[in-house]
């Protein structure tokens, strides 16, 4: 029986593992704390509901341009990943 050959070292993949734990406790911890937040909305929307009918669309545009960006990147360092 041998061992698969890598260049990785434990060290490296303790450090991989850290870094998506980091960022799995970060994504959770923003989500966490933005529900005061998103509770907030409906008296917003109460309040001033012309406004908010005014901004959804600009908030829905701009996440759609953040996606499509977010999209491109990640096609292109693929691209770039399977030429190397």
Request: hydrophobic content about 50%; glycine content about 4%; some cysteine.
């Amino acid at each position: 029986m041998t061992a698969a050959a890598s260049n990785h070292t434990i060290s490296t993949h303790a450090g991989s593992l850290e870094g998506v734990i980091k960022k799995c406790f970060n994504l959770v911890t923003r989500k966490l704390f933005s529900v005061p937040k998103l509770m907030l909305i409906p008296a917003i929307i109460a309040r001033q509901p012309m406004l908010s009918l005014g901004v959804l669309p600009v908030f829905l545009a701009v996440d759609a341009a953040k996606c499509s960006f977010v999209a491109h990147v990640t096609t292109n360092i693929e691209e770039f990943e399977q030429l190397r």
